[in-house]
């Protein structure tokens, strides 16, 4: 066989030209390299070196790095260090975030992995012992553990001077609001209390905890302000407050306090219903005094209210002989209301007394009025006193003193004097009243006797154009019959008030005169209408005028 060389495929050896041990190329080809050489053991003590390693890493400190001299990696744990204590400290109560203590955990671990790794396959110097460095690196750990004992310790003291701080805060809103009417300052109370409570039971076991049963007492000293100073009125809404607190606050946090605004309630209570006796309008007691008698019905002071009211009556009623029979009046109708708002199975008996009270006291306001000139007055309150107590003795005496009073608001000499109490005896004359009105007539008199009559209409009997031809021709018409009156007066001086009847028209004027009647005489009087010409020229236009002719 013929053997040929193939072109282009170079040949070494002696006499090719080429060097052994360089490489050469031919057409754009170069040969595969030739495959890494199998890797050997590792050196001695590697296993060791890798847990040194890996331990001193695990501190934070960047040893494990240092220990196989790989600095930039070393400095990676600084900085991962130094940023984790600038986030960490000061000790805050909230803490390091989860997420940044989990990343650096992680990069421990990281660290620790790459440093173990390194150590495996490298030498290390040979004075460092692997062994005192893997003891060194256990050693080390301790730095992170104690650590974290030492921050959790001092977070936890962030806790408690955060809690002791929302004490103080607590504090401060309770003195503010000691400066101000409870009214104004009940939402700072309010506000404190929820910083007291918070801490009390969110936060038992802490250092402010402890403190909150001592600041509670201050605080419902601070509310109940008013009491010690015995504003009782002003210390009701206080202390109804801190009675309500034991439905929001655990009574285990308010101890002995829970119980303690019910004595210092029921005394204000007291104090200020009986402060307020005798008042007038809405202020009269009988809402404190009310509330102390529903609240409290078997206290102290609910005991005293009855008799403390019954001598407010007494009292008042005694006033009644005084200058201003009137104003005590209405002092007992206020305390008549104050018995109306008490429950009435705690005082029984002092309805009637109070009742009583205002009866004597309507009465002695009428004569009071009367006495004053107040006639309008007068009659107003004596009229219903005789409507109002129909079984009163005194009844018929305050219908008299109205009839005066009603006559001398028109005549004053009318009510120079009281009407008297009993009826005159002696002779008695007789007075003939007759009424030659088309309308109904009242006659009111009062003199040495006070009373009234009433006249019907005269049918066919018509206005008078004139006082003239009234005074000459009423009740003189030959075959008429006039409605007759006859009252039996004893002597003395009389007024008289002719009062229109309820059927005349509001045109017609009421007419009062006044006469003395003597002994011996018999009287006639007869009413009559006069008709003013609305058209004269020598009178004005004049409301008809109601009028007696003259007396015989």
Known sequence: MESRDQPGMPESGPGSGQEPGVEYTWGGFQPPPAAPPAAGPPPPGAATRAVAAGL?????????????????????????????????????????????????????????????????????????????????????????????????????????????????????????????????????????????????????????????????????????????????????????????????????????????????????????????????????????????LRTFPESSQAGQVGPAVSATIRQQVAGLKGAEPCTVTEQLRGTRTLVAELPETSVPTLERQAEAGVRDGVFACGVDEFKDKEFTEAWTTLTDFADTYKDDGRRQQARNIAIAAEIAEDRPAAGKRLPPVGRPGGARMELVISNDAPNDVEVLYTGPVTGTVKLKACGGCERYGSEAAGAASACKASGASYPKAKLRLPAGEYHFLYKRGADATTAVDNYTSGSKVAPGYTYTSCTYVVERDEFGLDLPTLPDLLKPASAS
């Open 56 to 292: 001193l890493n695990l501190s934070g400190l960047g040893l494990g790095h240092v220990l196989v001299s790989n600095w930039r990696r070393a400095a990676v744990s600084w900085a991962a260090t130094a940023v984790f204590l600038l986030v960490a400290l000061p000790a805050d109560p909230d803490g390091v975030p989860a997420a940044l203590v989990a990343a650096y955990l992680l990069l421990l671990v990281l660290a620790a992995a790459d440093a173990a790794r390194i150590a495996w396959r490298a030498e290390t110097v040979r004075w460092l012992r692997p062994v005192l460095a893997g003891a060194l690196g256990l050693l080390l750990l301790a730095v992170p553990v104690a650590g974290t004992f030492a921050y959790g310790s001092a977070r936890d003291e962030a806790v408690e001077q955060e809690l002791l701080g929302r004490l103080e805060e607590g504090d401060d809103l309770v003195a503010k609001a000691a400066k101000s009417p409870f009214a104004l300052s009940k939402a700072d109370y309010g506000h404190a209390l929820t910083l007291y409570r918070e801490l009390g039971e969110d936060h038992p076991g802490s250092r402010a905890a402890a403190l909150v049963p001592e600041h509670l007492e201050a605080y419902y000293a601070a509310v109940a302000t008013p009491y010690s100073a015995k504003q009782h009125c002003e210390a009701i809404g206080p202390l109804t407050y801190l009675r309500t607190l034991p439905r929001t606050v655990d009574r285990k946090l308010l101890g002995d306090l829970a119980g303690y605004p019910d004595t210092p309630l029921a005394e204000s209570l007291y104090g200020c219903g009986v402060s307020r006796l005798g008042g007038t309008g809405t202020s009269t007691g009988g809402e404190e005094l009310g509330t102390l």
